[in-house]
């Protein structure tokens, strides 16, 4: 009798030992899986690393940059023979990257929804003609300037009639969409001028090529990147009239990573400091620096 309960008494112990033991495994599980994030969740866990400034510890991490730009707009960006991006800003690009102490990694898009992509994690920085407004960084944050561009008028080269935006009455003028130079249109020479059709386009070539064909009777543009489009598509048009104004683009990012902006602009003062921009400034635009 007495062996009967010894016994009864030990089965009991081991099972309570045992669902003890279940019980702490089964809650070890549980806390586990609480901290691994969802399948999916990276974006939305690099934005939120992002907005926190710890983007460039993300990017050395990564060991490379991942860079937005058009890859349409010689001489600055375009893809070359070999299927790579080249020109101004790519180069401009791989010595930041160096310096910084990774690669450069290219991503292209059309230029109406870069700042979008950047704000969304889709690239850690945009390098691609994004002219530096007060607008622009209200969302977005830049580095100091890395190049000037003065905009003019172009026209067919028979074309005497524009000869300023003031011209530009009862024409049709178009614009790269999503550009400084399609809101410059908008807010400041439409009011001033008066009444003329904006035609709006998903890069500058189509524009240059509408307005050879007679499609529109204007565009404006920056002086550099007029000579290669010109030249290589054999378009018959000219630039008139002093500049309209001069614009300064800058390395794009997204905000509030000082560590990040801090970092790009030591590299472009570096850039400048030992004569590799202007180097690259004679290659691409064969000229010394204008700022």
Not at 42 to 60: F, H, M, R
Not at 106 to 127: R, W
Request: with cysteine; hydrophobic share 35%.
């Amino acid at each position: 009798m007495k062996s009967r309960k010894r016994k009864s008494l030990f089965f009991m112990t081991l099972i309570a030992a045992l669902t003890l033991v279940l019980s702490a495994c089964g809650n070890n599980a549980g806390n586990n899986a609480s901290q691994t994030p969802p399948a999916g969740n990276d974006q939305a866990q690099n934005e939120s690393n992002a907005s926190g400034g710890k983007l460039l510890e993300q990017i050395k991490s990564k060991g490379k940059i991942t860079i937005g730009l058009m890859g349409t707009y010689a001489p600055y960006n375009f893809v070359n023979e070999n299927n790579e991006v080249d020109g101004y800003d790519a180069d401009l690009s791989k010595e930041i990257a160096k310096r910084i102490g990774v690669e450069a990694n290219f991503v292209t898009g059309e230029f109406s929804g870069l700042i979008e992509g950047l704000q969304k994690g889709k690239y850690d920085a945009l390098i691609s003609q994004v002219t530096i407004t007060e607008d622009r960084k209200k969302s977005i944050d830049f580095s100091e300037p890395y190049v000037k561009n003065d905009v003019s008028i172009i026209v067919k080269d028979n074309n005497d009639s524009i000869q300023s935006v003031e011209d530009f009455k009862g024409k049709k003028v178009g614009v790269a969409l999503g550009t400084n130079d399609e809101a410059y249109l908008r807010d400041e020479v439409l009011p001033k001028v008066g009444d003329f059709e904006i035609v709006t386009y998903n890069d500058n070539l189509n524009a240059l090529m509408d307005l050879n064909n007679g499609r529109i009777d204007a565009t404006i543009n920056n002086v550099f990147a007029l000579k290669p489009l010109i030249e290589s598509n054999n378009l018959k048009l000219k630039t008139v009239g002093e500049p309209l104004k001069s614009d300064f683009a800058g390395v794009a990012m997204p905000k509030n990573n000082p560590d990040l902006q801090e970092a790009v602009n030591k590299a472009l003062q570096e850039i400048k400091d030992d004569g590799t921009l202007k180097t690259l400034y004679n290659k691409w635009f064969d000229v010394d620096p204008n700022f």
